[in-house]
């Protein structure tokens, strides 16, 4: 397979190529805030097995839901709790994954097995842009073999990749050159499952109702 790099601002002229590779099950990388990501129909179960495959990730390593905007979340979320609410209004798009309810849509291939779903919203128009003309959420998680460095470029990406991936859409370099933060949602209180540009004190500051600035004060 012959792997075509589409730049970002190309991307509505190739949408429709960009499309059907996900409608065909097969898996495109793209361009976040955080990372690039290798993404799939996320409700294709038969293509959510060929992300773990292309991956090399065990089953039992949950990936995340892609969504655009709040009408996606409702639909692989089964319940979106108070806490949810707040955490995504505040951060969502951001570099924030909350962990949820899943709904019946969901394959529980990438769940883990469990009855819950990682979901994320990218402050990355060209990932929005990719979502809404899908119009699926992407079973996605970071450009790179398991265990290896997630890549913060299309040419990382592509080092994983070439010849496996029909579409590496080039964004340029990632604003945060990190994952996103993964916040369990399911419980009373906020869980951190991993660190990353939005810290634990932002979270704790939303749910109670103030705002922190970046140098920790309050306003």
């Known amino acids: 397979m012959e792997t075509r790099i589409i730049a970002a601002c190309d991307f509505e002229k190739?949408?429709?190529?960009?499309?059907?590779v996900i409608?065909?099950?097969?898996?495109?990388?793209?361009?976040?805030?955080?990372?690039?990501?290798?993404g799939v129909d996320g409700f294709n179960e038969t293509a959510c097995?060929?992300?773990?495959?292309?991956?090399?990730?065990?089953l039992d390593k949950p990936v995340t839901e892609h969504i655009a905007d709040m009408a996606g979340f409702y639909a692989v979320a089964g319940e979106i709790n108070d806490m949810t609410k707040k955490l995504a209004a505040a951060f969502m798009p951001g570099p924030i994954t909350l962990i949820v309810k899943k709904s019946c849509r969901v394959p529980t291939v990438i769940t883990g097995g469990s009855d819950t779903v990682g979901v994320r919203m990218p402050d990355n128009l060209t990932a929005q842009m990719l979502i809404k003309a899908a119009g699926v959420p992407l079973a996605a998680?970071?450009?790179?073999?398991?265990?290896k460095e997630p890549p913060a470029t299309a040419e990382?990406?592509?080092s994983y990749y070439a010849g496996s991936v029909p579409f590496v859409i080039d964004g340029g370099k990632t604003l945060y050159e990190?994952?996103?933060?993964?916040?369990?949602c399911t419980g009373i209180e906020p869980k951190i499952i991993r660190?990353?540009?939005i810290t634990e004190s932002m979270i704790l500051a939303v749910l109670a109702g103030t705002t922190e600035r970046s140098d920790g004060n309050e306003r």
């Not at 190739?14 to 059907?20: C, L, Q």
């Not at 097995?49 to 065990?58: A, S, T």
């Not at 990190?178 to 369990?184: A, I, K, L, P």
Request: charged content about 25%.
């Open 14 to 20: 190739e949408a429709i190529a960009a499309v059907n």
């Open 23 to 38: 409608k065909n099950g097969e898996a495109i990388i793209f361009p976040t805030e955080t990372v690039y990501g290798i």
């Open 49 to 58: 097995r060929k992300l773990y495959e292309l991956k090399r990730r065990p």
């Open 141 to 147: 998680s970071s450009a790179n073999i398991a265990g």
């Open 156 to 158: 990382k990406s592509l």
């Open 178 to 184: 990190q994952s996103s933060t993964v916040v369990d």
């Open 195 to 197: 660190n990353g540009a």
